[in-house]
Structures are given as structure tokens and as C-alpha cells.
């Protein structure tokens, strides 16, 4: 299990052992102990001041039971965990869909939302391709490392997530085959995973530069020995930690329009957005991203405001304006309408459907 991972199992258990004490015989654990546990963090506040969520609860009971089977193939414990279908968690809210910045500044606009509500509109943002440029552009011009600008660019141009971007070595990047290898942690419990995107000019020459001037070592993002305003002493150059790639994110953005970007994480929510805008087929996103389920798809699959509107003008049209299948068909129709109703006045005069000659030659 990654260190990240076991903290967050540790994490949960800590929160169970406030729940049934810290003598508690585990042998003895039954549903309604689980069910106690749900019941008192349901009533807890989370972030921005809010109840826990049922995905986290899920979650807490998730790594209980992990740790009931590993005790169980241990010969520590016997039996089943407590049966999961009986346990009831309180009803939570959807995710809301990812939001252009347009959108978000009209609903701001409107008034009426709390400042909990307000960071949680900017948390489901997505940038459009110009908004990247731009925001590029900004952190090129203002960065005060040398290290920043190239991350910035290669998670606006790979959709990596923050620790695959931690991760990356300087040989994973192959200019040969112009693509840039993601070292993966989430994919797959047995074994470690990876996958490959293809490097876009701007990350090639961006990176070729970066690499060029490395201060040294295998990783790709790294800090050198003397980094200003920090009071880190190296003795070697070495990769960022995910707090210090944090904290260099939000000095890069401070004091700026940016500054309501939360975290590295929008630029893997635009790059699928910009992506699926544009057209491309849903199997090279999922390859590019490493998207596995249909549920994370949905999470991050979703076109502009302007081409969804587009595309239903496409069907229905504008009020009045005819839509050329719609066209189509209606020439077809009428066109049906006026052969019915010239073999109706056919009939009447005696000539066969088809035949307009009331006098036929042989």
C-alpha cells in the first residue's frame, strides 16, 4: 500500500477508535457498532464547515473492513465483516457539473450565495483553451522559479494528476517518440501502471528547455540547492513534496485574477473538457487520462455551454428558421400531400392513380 494511502486508512481508524473506544474487542464488532460510527461522524463537519459526505463515510468503513480482512488472513480475527447491506448513511448532494468561468461569474452575479457556496462554484471550474494561453502566459511572465512555468504546462498538456506530475522522471520524457510517460498509483492495487500522452509543441519545447538547464538528479520537476524564500537547506537537488508543489502553485497565482483557481487539479478537469470539445474519440482520452468507469467519465466529461446550445439549434433551430432535415423533410411531406391529393382528383374523374392521360395510346 502507498504511504499516502496508509495514512489515510490510519486516518479513519483513529476516528473509529473515538467511536467504540480504544479497548474495544474488534472480535466483537458487530453492525451496530458500524452503524454507531456512521451515525456520529454523519453528525461531524467537513470542509467549508459542512456535514461529511457519504462518500467519506463510505470510505472509513472501506478501510475498517480492509483492515477486518487482513486480520482475518492473518488468523487474528474470525468471521465476516458486519453485513454491508444493512447499514443506512445519510442521503448526500450530486457533485455539481464542471463550469466554464463565464458561468460561474453569472451565477455570482446574481447574489445570494455564502462564501462556502461561492469556493465551491470555483472548485467545479474548467478553462477553456484561450483561458490556459492566458493563464500560461501569466505564470511565464511572474513565475519567480525556473521550475514552474514548465509544471504548469505539462499538466495543462498531459491532464496529469498533481503526484503522476511529482512522479515524473526526466527519461520518462521520450522527444523520439514525442510522447511523456505517467507513473500511476491509482489504476491498480497489484501492481504499479503507467500510461502515455503525446507531447503537444508547446510541452516539447518547454520541456527541452527545462531540461536543458536541470539543476540535476533523475526527477523531472525538482528544486535545486538554493531555492529563494525557503528555509529548506538541500544537500542535493530533489522533487517537490505535494505540499511545496501546493504552496508554489498558489504564490504563482496570488494577487491575480487566478487566484481562485484552488489547485493543480482544474488543469485535469480542462484537459478532458477541451479535449472531448473538440472531438476526440473517448477511447484516447481515457488512455490519456486513465479514466476506467463510466462514472468518472460523467465527473469530467462535458462540452462548452456554446456548443451544447449549437448542437440542439442543430435539431430544433432557431424560432421560424427552418432546420434542413426538418426542411427535408417537410418538402417530402408536402410534396406527399400533392401527389394524395391529385390521385384523389384522378379518381374522381375516372383515370387510374399514376396515370394523368385520360386517353392512354396502346
Not at 472509513?60 to 487482513?70: D, F, G, I, K, M
Not at 504548469?152 to 526526466?170: D, K, N, P, Q, Y
Not at 529563494?228 to 502553485?249: I, M, N, V
Not at 504564490?251 to 485535469?268: I, P, Q, T, Y
Request: hydrophobic share 35%; proline share 6%.
Amino acid at each position: 500500500m502507498e504511504e499516502n494511502s496508509l495514512d489515510t486508512v490510519k486516518m479513519h481508524l483513529r476516528h473509529f477508535a473515538k467511536t467504540v473506544g480504544n479497548g474495544f474487542p474488534i472480535q466483537t464488532l458487530s453492525t451496530i457498532q458500524v452503524q454507531q460510527h456512521i451515525d456520529r461522524r454523519a453528525r461531524k463537519k467537513g470542509l467549508r464547515k459542512r456535514p461529511l459526505s457519504p462518500m467519506t463515510l463510505k470510505k472509513e468503513v472501506t478501510s475498517l473492513r480492509a483492515c477486518w480482512n487482513w486480520g482475518l488472513s492473518a488468523g487474528l480475527l474470525v468471521g465476516t465483516f458486519p453485513n454491508n447491506k444493512a447499514l443506512k448513511y445519510p442521503k448526500g448532494d450530486a457533485k455539481p457539473h464542471f463550469q466554464t468561468w463565464k458561468e460561474i461569474e453569472r451565477k455570482i452575479a446574481r447574489g445570494g450565495l455564502s462564501a462556502a457556496e461561492i469556493k465551491d462554484l470555483w472548485d467545479c471550474l474548467f478553462l477553456t483553451l484561450n483561458e490556459i494561453n492566458e493563464l500560461l502566459s501569466f505564470v511565464e511572465e511572474t513565475a519567480r522559479h525556473d521550475f514552474l512555468y514548465p509544471m504548469f504546462v505539462f499538466v495543462a498538456h498531459t491532464g496529469a494528476r498533481r503526484s503522476e506530475m511529482l512522479r515524473a522522471l526526466i527519461d520518462d520524457v521520450d522527444f523520439d517518440g514525442q510522447t511523456v510517460l505517467l507513473r500511476e498509483r491509482k489504476r491498480s492495487r497489484e501492481q504499479r501502471t503507467f500510461r502515455r500522452v503525446p507531447l503537444s509543441p508547446l510541452l516539447e519545447r518547454v520541456l527541452r528547455d527545462w531540461i536543458g538547464r536541470h539543476p540535476g538528479g533523475p526527477s523531472l520537476f525538482c528544486l535545486g540547492l538554493d531555492v529563494p524564500r525557503s528555509k529548506k537547506h538541500r544537500q542535493s537537488p530533489g522533487p517537490l513534496t505535494r505540499d511545496e508543489a501546493h504552496d508554489h502553485f498558489v504564490r504563482a497565482v496570488a494577487h491575480s485574477k487566478w487566484d481562485v483557481l484552488r489547485g493543480w487539479h482544474v488543469f485535469r478537469h480542462s484537459f478532458v473538457s477541451n479535449c472531448a470539445a473538440r472531438g476526440v474519440d473517448q477511447r484516447l482520452i481515457d488512455d490519456w487520462v486513465g479514466h476506467q468507469t463510466e462514472a468518472m467519465r460523467k465527473r469530467y466529461r462535458h462540452l462548452f455551454p456554446d456548443q451544447q446550445r449549437h448542437a440542439i439549434q442543430t435539431v430544433f433551430g432557431e424560432m421560424g428558421d427552418a432546420v434542413p432535415v426538418g426542411k427535408e423533410f417537410m418538402l417530402t411531406h408536402s410534396a406527399s400531400d400533392k401527389n394524395h391529393a391529385g390521385n384523389a382528383e384522378l379518381a374522381q374523374r375516372g383515370t387510374p392513380p399514376g396515370n394523368d392521360d385520360p386517353c392512354p395510346g396502346p
